[in-house]
């Protein structure tokens, strides 16, 4: 299983995933399940996948060789580091690449396309042994000259983008961590307190769900900085989780103790 | 959907359920989904019931009639009192039925076998239409003699019990609701707090999932009373939910605020 969530705000952003991958409960592992298109003053992509890690590693790949061809068609200097993208300068390519295209809906647009193309691929083959294409995304971030949007787009490759009234995707295992964010998130919400929502949302899941699993992986994107200034990457024993997790969980059993018994 | 808890404390057990039905968001209904056959000081048995509509009614009819029967061969007066079964005496009778088994593991196996009964009738007609017999049930209860015990009856009709470990079983919508269950139900827990902790837990709920709906059902059964003596309806607007909800939802929000922000 997995857990992502995605957050647009009036201040910012915010993206967050687990790392557990399983085939079974005898063969799990940890990936990174968030991938950065960054190019600092120009734009900001960020990819949450769930799914199978074949299919999501698939559509992921094929989106960052055309994005490295298209920087290299345009001869423009590119950095990777981890499972982030980076570069420098502005890269107007002919072929359409998370680095040129020019709104997140075409962005989103793109996404879809590759994993149709991946379907399209491995479809049939996964099919003979009962299985199916199963990657889906979340996708947010900011080009300039456009606002922030967040999308969540499905294993068939249409999506719906988030609202004012939903201002949050989420994918996987969802439910557990939903009550906390459906109380405190909304567009109003600053990216301090949106971002220990989503973590005291992810401690809820993987209490509840062992197939969801550290290290999380966090953004907190500021509102038109075109730029990521606040990553990181919670491990097992994080020091801030574990104070998250010993006062939320003291707090509210204070709360449950102060609320009135029914009387009979 | 459907939400159903049972819950075995060392002091007693607790049962509860929603009462939405629906068949598609135009089509919706309340349906009590909780039975009781009490013979006051020899038996509590409650029977929590989720699933299509037609196949638990079936089930559920079909134990009340030959419960009905055994007390009719035992010449022994029967009240009905809403969805619930009360009979002052003992009936021994010949054709086992609720009112007559031994243990609780017999209970079970009772339903088990009326499920698999209107499955063996009902599931060819339903397969046609692509359909298959789905309901399941948690049932629990003291019969004198025994200890309480609390099960939960798969579609297909085996069943688990609850233990030391997981005292507590959830059918239906049973995530949301979890989490708060997670934290505080013990077996220690007192009757009042685990009352209350399943009624916040139906809160999270009925917050998320709008298949989920009031009335909500609760039985507080006192271990070897044998007899309900704590039985109630709380219908929309009941002011007991309400200041739950609202003492829960602002002490909830008091906690998350006190919680310290992440220093980047």
Redesign the interface.
């Given at each position: 299983m997995t857990y992502c969530v995605g957050v647009v705000l009036d201040d910012g952003m915010i993206f967050a995933s687990d790392s557990r991958t399983n085939a079974g409960v005898d063969n799990f592992a940890a990936f990174c399940k968030m991938s950065v298109f960054e190019q600092a003053g120009e734009r900001v992509i960020v990819l949450l996948s769930s799914g199978t890690l074949a299919g999501t590693q698939a559509v992921i790949s094929l989106l960052k060789q055309r994005a490295s061809a298209a920087q290299n068609s345009s001869k423009s200097t590119q950095a990777i580091t981890g499972t982030s993208f980076s570069m420098a300068m502005s890269t107007p390519a002919e072929q359409p690449s998370l680095w040129n295209v020019k709104t997140m809906f075409d962005a989103a647009m793109l996404v879809a396309d590759a994993m149709r193309e991946i379907d399209r691929r491995d479809g049939k083959y996964l099919e003979k042994s009962g299985l199916e294409f199963n990657a889906s995304f979340i996708l947010g971030g900011q080009i300039k000259g456009e606002a922030m949007r967040l999308f969540r787009i499905y294993a068939e490759g249409n999506f719906i983008e988030a609202g004012l009234s939903t201002p949050f995707m989420q994918t996987g295992e969802t439910?557990?961590g939903?009550?906390?964010i459906?109380?405190?998130i909304t567009p109003k919400t600053s990216l301090?307190?949106a971002?220990?929502?989503v973590?005291?949302s992810f401690d809820?899941t993987m209490?509840?769900n062992l197939s969801v699993g550290m290290p999380i992986d966090l953004i907190?994107y500021k509102k038109d900085s075109l730029q990521i200034?606040?990553r990181?990457r919670f491990d097992d024993g994080d020091s801030?989780i574990a104070?998250?997790r010993s006062?939320?969980?003291d707090?509210?059993?204070?709360?449950?103790s102060?609320?009135?018994?029914?009387?009979?």
């Open positions: 439910k557990y939903k009550p906390i459906d109380r405190m301090a307190d971002a220990k929502c973590l005291v809820s209490r509840s907190c200034d606040m990181r801030y104070t998250l006062e939320w969980s707090g509210v059993r204070e709360v449950f102060r609320l009135p018994s029914l009387v009979w």
